[in-house]
């Protein structure tokens, strides 16, 4: 089993729809939980961060947590053309200084 | 401003001919990783430092070496480039105490001829 899985897409989305992306996690001790961006050719780029459950909501990003679930996601509201890009969920394991990386998922806002 | 800078953004380099790639960070932060990334792929760690102490990944090919001089650069050599280690090198550091987000620099993409 993969320590983090995302949805692999690709997710199009129209323009001012909400895009839905998903990330689970396989150690229930992970307490620290970060969304990146990543358009094509450049490097990531930290959007979100969350480390208690509950929503987090920074602009038109929303990230969510579930714990128990072992769940964490990200809602991108008011879709834009600029918001197409990889997002890149990673995780901290328990008492680590390392990522854990998913593979990411490829949006795409068709305008 | 940068604060996660490395140098060069491209580089090319012939097949076996040792490279190396820069780092360097005004965050003065702890922690500073190295990251290959291939196409489609998620970030791959080769190895960390927290302040001095190296932590390399299991599998990391015996190829990679890194060097910290101090807190503020880090270095990746690569001794003798294959064509498989074409990629884009990630450079990433943090602060002390968990929880902390890792921050990046724009990368060097690595070509091999």
């Known amino acids: 089993q993969k320590e983090v899985e995302q949805n692999s897409g690709p997710l199009s989305v129209p323009e001012g729809a909400i895009a839905s992306l998903n990330c689970t996690y396989s150690d229930r001790g992970s307490q620290s939980f970060f969304w990146y961006r990543q358009y094509s050719g450049k490097s990531p780029e930290l959007i979100m961060f969350?480390?208690?459950?509950g929503d987090k909501e920074d602009g038109r990003f929303t990230a969510q947590l579930n714990k128990a679930s072992q769940y964490v996601s990200l809602l991108i509201r008011d879709s834009q053309p600029s918001d197409s890009a990889t997002y890149l969920c990673?995780?901290?394991?328990?008492?680590?200084?390392?990522?854990?990386f998913g593979a990411g998922t490829t949006v795409t806002v068709r305008a | 401003d940068a604060m996660v800078i490395q140098n060069p953004r491209y580089q090319v380099t012939q097949f076996g001919k040792p490279v190396t790639l820069s780092c360097s960070q005004t965050?003065?932060?702890?922690?500073m990783y190295w990251y290959q990334q291939k196409s489609s792929q998620a970030p791959k760690l080769l190895f960390h430092y927290y302040d001095k102490d190296f932590n390399n990944e299991a599998d990391t090919p015996d190829n990679f070496q890194s060097r910290r001089p101090n807190t503020s650069f880090c270095f990746l050599d690569i001794r003798s480039p294959g064509l498989g280690d074409a990629a884009m090198y990630l450079c990433?550091?943090?602060?002390?105490?968990?929880?902390?987000?890792?921050?990046f620099g724009d990368g060097t993409r690595l070509s091999i001829l």
């Open positions: 990433a550091t943090t602060g002390k105490g968990l929880f902390q987000p890792q921050h």
């Open positions: 990673a995780v901290n394991p328990p008492n680590d200084y390392k990522l854990s």
């Open positions: 965050l003065n932060h702890n922690v």
């Open positions: 969350i480390y208690s459950n």
